[in-house]
């Protein structure tokens, strides 16, 4: 499967932005789905994870409140609904993708078969 992010931009302080992880070539809906992030000299750290159904979430404690994760299935599409954002949030988002055959959601990134190219995210004080 390939995937591909996008809606990442500059924003000002408190702002929003909706990204968006699109795929080709397989349907997402046996996937289960996450979003990292990567700031400059820093590593890539777990954001949100969706199961493949949806029905099950997970956060980070630092965006937990303020971003949401959900998906579209026949679109083939995840978003990332970011609200409030801070200074802190400045990063290159990833989306990532593995097949399941049941329905969980996954913060390990090394557990992710799929990536896309990362849409970077610039919020400015």
């Known amino acids: 499967v390939q995937l591909q992010a996008s809606g990442g931009g500059l924003v000002q302080v408190a702002g929003s932005l909706r990204l968006s992880c699109a795929a080709s070539?397989?349907?997402?809906?046996?996937?289960?789905m996450g979003w990292f992030r990567q700031a400059p000299g820093k590593e890539r750290e777990f954001v949100a994870a969706?199961?493949?159904?949806?029905?099950?979430?997970e956060y980070a404690d630092s965006v937990k409140g303020r971003f949401t994760i959900s998906r579209d299935n026949a679109k083939s599409t995840v978003y990332l609904q970011t609200n409030s954002l801070k200074p802190e949030d400045t990063a290159v988002y990833y989306c990532?993708?593995?097949?399941?055959?049941?329905?969980?959601?996954?913060?390990?990134?090394?557990?992710?078969?799929?990536w896309g190219q990362g849409t970077l995210v610039t919020v400015s004080s």
């Open positions: 070539g397989r349907t997402l809906s046996r996937y289960a």
């Open positions: 990532a993708a593995r097949y399941s055959g049941s329905d969980y959601t996954l913060r390990e990134s090394t557990g992710y078969d799929y």
């Open positions: 969706i199961s493949r159904s949806g029905g099950s979430t």
